[in-house]
Every structure is written in C-alpha cells, then in structure tokens.
C-alpha cells in the first residue's frame, strides 16, 4: 500500500524526508565506510544513476516573485538493492548535489532498507545521528569563526563647538 | 558575408599540443591539481561558476586550469559543459532567510538581531602584498569564540515597521518564471528575465554600468541595506516521491540595496529595493547587479530613462560575455574573402573619384 507519493503507509513522510537530507549531506567517504558493504554488484536499477541539471531559483528581494539564478549538477536514482546481498521489498530513491554516482547509490540503498522494518536494523543504528552530529560540528566551527568577527562600529559624531567646523 | 575556409588542421592539432605544453610550464615545477584550484582559488572559482550559471566548484575549477586561468575562457567551457546534461527540473525557490551565514552587514542598520558579522573578507585589509604567502609561511588558525546558533533573519523586513521600504512579496498564484535557457530574451522584459540575465552577466560590465548609476548616469541614490554570504539549502520535489527533499548546500551572496524614490501620483515617496544573487562569494558582482536591478526599474516607476544602465535592451544584449567575446574575437578568423570584395570596392570608387575629377 503507497500513499500518494509513493512512501509506504507505515513511513512517516517526514520522518523520511528527514533521511533522505541526512544521507544527501553526508559526507561521502562516512557513508562509504558504514554501507559500502550493503551495495552489492547486481542492484535492481528502476532508475540508473543520473548526472542531470537542475535549475535554482530564488526569489525577488528574498521574497518576492521567483527568478531563475542558474543550474546546479545533480545526481538521482532509483533502485531496488540487490537481491545477492539483501532482500528489501522497498524502492530507494536519491537525488544529491553534485556528480557521485557512488553516493546516489549508497544513499537510495539506505533509503530502501530504512522503510522496510525487515532490513531496517541493517542499517547503523546510530548513522543518522553520526551524520547529524557531523555536519553540527561543522556548523558549529564556523558560527565560533564568525562569532570572532562580530563588530561594533561606533558613529563618531562631531561634537559641537569643534574648532574645525566650516 | 562570412566565407568559411578550410584546412589547417595539422596546424591547428601543434597549437593545441602546443597550447597544452604551455598551459603545463615547466614541468620541474609541481602541477596544479584541481582541489587546490578549488579551495585556494575560491572567488575565481565562484566568479566562474556564477557567470558559467552552474554551480559545480569541482567543474569550475577544471575549467579555470584548462582556460590557464582565463575566467571568461573558463565560463564558456562551463556553458558548453552544461549543454550536455539532461535538465533534471527546477528547484524549491532558494530561502536566503535561513541561510547559514559566513558574513553579513548592513551599512543602514547598526544594531541587527544576529549583529554584524564581517566573517572572511578583504574589505578592510591594507592592501599591502603579504610577503609571507610568497615564503609559503604555515597559517594560524582564526580566532573562535562561543556562539549559540541564533536566526539572522533579513534586516529589511524586520527593521522597517514604518513601511518606508517597498515590501517584497510572490504576486497571486507565484507565477513561473521566464526561462532564458529555454526561452530567447523578448523586450520589455519581466524583472525575472533581467535578473537571470544580470546573475550570468560579466561581472566588468555589471560593474561599470552599476558604477555609472552612482556617478549620476541614472537617478540613483543607494545605500546597501544588507549583504550576505552563506550556505542555503537546496530543495526539490522529486517525481518519484512528490514531496520536497533537502538535496544538498550551495553558495550564494545577496545583496539588498534600497534607494531613493520620490514618489508618484499613485505612490507616496519611499525606499526602493534593487536584488542581487550570485552563486558563491561574489559581493562585488551582487551589489552591481543590484545596483543594475534597480535602474532598470525605471519604466515601472515611472523615472525618465536617460542613462545606459536604463536601458534594457542595451544592458541585457550586451551583458552576456560568451556572446560579447565571440564576436568581437571571431574577426580574429580568416576573412580573406570578405576583405578582397571590400578591397575591390574601394580600387572601383577611387578610380571613378579619379576620373571625375579629370577635367573633360
């Protein structure tokens, strides 16, 4: 049973949207070493790996009317993991920016045993949060590097009687 | 009427062969890879990324190492790239509201919810040649102080409670935008088809023509209410799924600028606003096309237009630097042909001057 936008019934949507961000903002090389091992060779692809485009817009004044700003590289695709190394009745979808074939399909494999509560455990159980308290730190590095930068300039109003004035 | 030639194509495989040995040096001394290009290099990288209008830093930098460093050569190498990828659909528009700031001040507004951070920028460095670079001195960590995350919302909105600054809002039903990469520029264009044009334009143009409202070739009187530099989100709704899935960060500078309005019949004088967005850090580009945004306004405030930076067509016809460097450099090729028939012309006229001005 999907609900219309093809997440199984039992899958909180945000709860699924929640991952599929993780898994695109992970670091590459983090999702390589926790699930490298679940890719096997013989993927069933329902969408082979894509490098497409896809085009930013922004909007007028921050909120205003869109515009389009300019294209970005993207890399999606869909699968169902391969049989020879697990069996998971779900479809993993992944777009990611970028051109790694390797972390769509490390991404969409996490993402198809995460909505089967079958193969849910093979999956890290601490990966999301792994990759949540990574990309913190670094959002934390540089709100300490930017904190240092925050000025104060003081207006230096002329003061009156000032013997130079014209 | 261009004659094509033929030919040369021995000559034309040397040069290149020739072009790659020089682009290389000295080959005693290290090569260039394309990650230090990318993080070393970073505001050449985002200059071609934002004119090139594709956001890749791995691909920016390839492209700046193969021009030997030639932006313009580069963007058009980025440009032609692009062509050969399947266009994928549009993004979520872009929320600069939530961005994850490295820098951001405004020059109207002191005291800002989220402060004024001046984050990595040469803004007021000397400008004096730092021999220690040249010695290739290790470089010492940036100072770091404890902070709590803490929204930097956008100063414009929030600090104007009076209403004396136009608001910026999605007209009814937030219509889709007109696409240059698949529709031609037709005149007058919407103000989205003047900003996708000004985010690729060539940042010199821009530049000048912003530079030039300022000295008075338009009437312009602007102040910058807020820059920023950052990392946005960017969202999609993919067709698999139907719903919206942060995909990955980028890179962008905004700009807020507001100017003088006077007022019209209609409208009580307030502020106006001009918009600026590049791909990476790119201030001074952000700020010119806000400048340039906000001049070409002048038909939709009723402002008389006088002044080059007014002009939509010429602004917009002319600001592309793939268009712009392929003609002026195509006279560069052979046009043997064309010069003979001119040459001929003109023997043919200076005889009939001479034997007109033979008396009879």
Redesign the interface.
């Known amino acids: 049973m999907l609900q ?4 199984p019934t039992h899958i909180d ?1 945000t709860a699924r ?1 929640g991952w ?2 993780l898994l ?2 992970a670091p590459l090389d983090l999702l390589e070493c926790e699930l490298g091992a679940l890719t096997g060779p013989h993927p069933q692809w329902l ?1 082979r790996p ?25 890399t ?1 695709c ?1 699968l169902r993991t391969d049989p020879g190394r697990i069996t998971c009745r779900e ?1 993993g ?1 992944a ?5 790694s074939v390797r972390h769509a399909e490390l991404a969409a494999t996490a993402d198809a045993l995460l909505q089967d509560p079958l193969t849910r455990d093979r999956i890290p159980s601490n990966l999301l949060d792994r990759i949540a308290a990574s990309l913190d730190s670094e ?15 003081f ?1 230096v109003a002329r003061e009156s009687g000032a013997t130079d004035a014209p | 009427m261009y004659v094509a030639v033929k030919g040369g194509e021995r000559a034309i495989e040397n040069s290149q062969a020739l072009l790659a040995e020089l682009r290389r040096g000295d080959p005693s001394v290290a090569e260039l890879s394309i990650e230090q290009i990318r993080l070393q290099l970073r505001l050449a990288v985002d200059r071609i990324m934002t004119e090139g209008s594709l956001y890749d830093p791995e691909l920016a930098a390839l492209a700046l190492k193969q021009a030997s460093g030639d932006a313009i050569e580069a963007i058009f190498l980025l440009r032609a790239y692009r062509t050969t990828l399947p266009r994928l659909g549009y993004s979520v528009p872009l929320d600069t509201g939530k961005m994850r700031l490295w820098r951001r001040v405004s020059a109207t507004f002191k005291d800002l919810p989220g402060g004024q951070i001046l984050g990595p920028t040469y803004d007021y460095t000397q400008r004096l040649l730092d021999f220690a670079l040249l010695a290739g001195t290790p470089v010492p960590p940036a100072p770091r102080l404890p902070a709590d995350a803490e929204p930097v919302p956008a100063v414009l909105d929030l600090l104007d409670q009076e209403g004396l600054i136009e608001a910026e809002s999605a007209s009814c039903g937030d219509p889709e935008p007109h696409d240059l990469t698949r529709e031609p520029m037709r005149f007058p264009a919407s103000r989205a088809a003047r900003l996708q044009n000004l985010a690729r334009a060539d940042e010199g143009f821009i530049l000048a023509l912003g530079y030039s409202t300022q000295r008075g070739y338009a009437h312009s009187h602007p102040f910058a209410g807020e820059v920023r530099f950052g990392s946005v989100e960017v969202e999609l709704v993919p067709e698999e799924l139907g719903f919206a899935v942060s995909i990955g960060e980028l890179e962008v500078t905004e700009c807020q600028m507001i100017n003088q309005f006077a007022g019209s019949k209609s409208q009580p004088p307030q502020f106006t606003r001009g918009y600026g967005l590049a791909f990476g850090h790119s201030e001074r580009k952000a700020m010119a096309m806000s400048l340039v945004d906000r001049a070409l306004r002048a038909p939709e405030l009723g402002e008389a237009i006088d002044s080059p930076a007014q002009m939509e067509e010429f602004v917009l016809s002319h600001s592309d630097s793939l268009e712009a460097s392929g003609f002026v450099q195509h006279l560069k090729l052979p046009h043997y042909v064309d010069f003979q028939s001119e040459l001929e012309l003109v023997r043919r006229l200076r005889i009939n001057a001479v034997q007109q001005d033979e008396p009879t």
């Not at chain 1, 219309?4 to 997440?7: L, N, S, V, W």
């Not at chain 1, 894509?50 to 993207?74: C, D, K, P, S, Y």
């Not at chain 1, 959002?139 to 300039?153: G, P």
Request: with cysteine.
């Open positions: 219309d936008d093809c997440t949507r949207q599929l961000r695109s903002h969408r894509e490098i497409g485009l896809v085009m930013v817009q922004g909007r007028i004044g921050g909120t205003g009317a869109r515009f389009n700003l300019g294209e970005v590289t993207v999606r869909a479809v979808v777009y990611v920016l970028g051109r959002h934390a590095k540089r709100r300490a590097q930017i904190r240092a930068t925050r000025v104060e300039f207006t």
